[in-house]
């Protein structure tokens, strides 16, 4: 069991490339959610999922895509990256609970982006 | 809009002594409130959380926080802390009728000996 999975670690970009951040969990959660940690502003939400096929929009939505095609994969798509985007980006899981989001979540080690 | 202010940005105190990080969130409608915290170098974990039912709330590594209606807060205490428990603090919550959890902007306690 590997909980939340998260690829790559690290990521260097140049301003106008877009990527990928792939985010995986083996627990058959139904909610996921993908977050951004800067510095002095704690985790803001970028973009969330209750389940397969249903996503919705954050506090940052902002330049960042995501699909949810499997309850497995939750994938964060920068479309054209910024240096507004330089940040540390954490994936998170959980079961939804009777209020979704309630639910203990269960983070990824992150990703540490740097657009340049 | 759901919001959460921490009140303090850093906390420094003495190893034993004990600690209280404060927590106030916004909204006036049903809220559920958490408490994660972040070891260097780490993702985050769960340290408590309150749902429904009694307001003082037990989590792991001695933490205990209360919810406090009136004051719309959810003050962290512990009364005495290790070097261990040095780590950044986040209070987070989910207001009703919507899916959210927001976090505050954290709280680094550093524990000194």
Redesign the interface.
């Given at each position: 069991n590997a909980g939340v999975t998260q690829t790559p670690k690290f990521q260097v970009l140049k301003t106008g490339q877009s990527m990928t951040l792939q985010c995986a969990q083996d627990m058959n959660h139904e909610y996921m959610s993908w977050y951004r940690q800067d510095p002095g502003m704690g985790l803001r939400l970028i973009h969330y999922s209750v389940g397969a096929g249903i996503t919705d929009q954050g506090e940052v939505p902002n330049g960042y895509n995501v699909s949810r095609s499997t309850t497995e994969d939750f994938p964060l798509r920068l479309l054209s990256a910024a240096p507004s985007q330089t940040s540390v980006y954490f994936c998170a899981s959980s079961t939804g609970g009777a209020v979704a989001g309630t639910d203990t979540q269960y983070f990824g080690p992150g990703t540490r982006l740097t657009v340049l | 809009a759901q919001s959460v202010t921490?009140l303090d940005?850093q906390v420094p105190v003495f190893e034993e002594a004990p600690v209280e990080l404060r927590c106030n969130y916004s909204s006036s409608v049903s809220v559920?409130l958490f408490w994660?915290v972040q070891y260097p170098n780490?993702?985050?974990?769960?340290l408590l959380?309150y749902?429904s039912g009694s307001t003082l709330v037990k989590g792991i590594n001695g933490f205990e926080a209360e919810f406090n209606k009136s004051q719309t807060s959810f003050h962290l205490r512990k009364p005495s802390v290790h070097i261990s428990d040095t780590a950044e603090y986040?209070c987070a919550v989910?207001q009703?009728g919507?899916?959210?959890?927001?976090?505050?902007?954290?709280t680094r306690l550093a524990v000194h000996p």
């Open positions: - | 921490q940005s559920y994660y780490q993702g985050l974990q769960l959380k749902l986040f989910v009703g919507y899916n959210k959890l927001i976090f505050g902007a954290g």
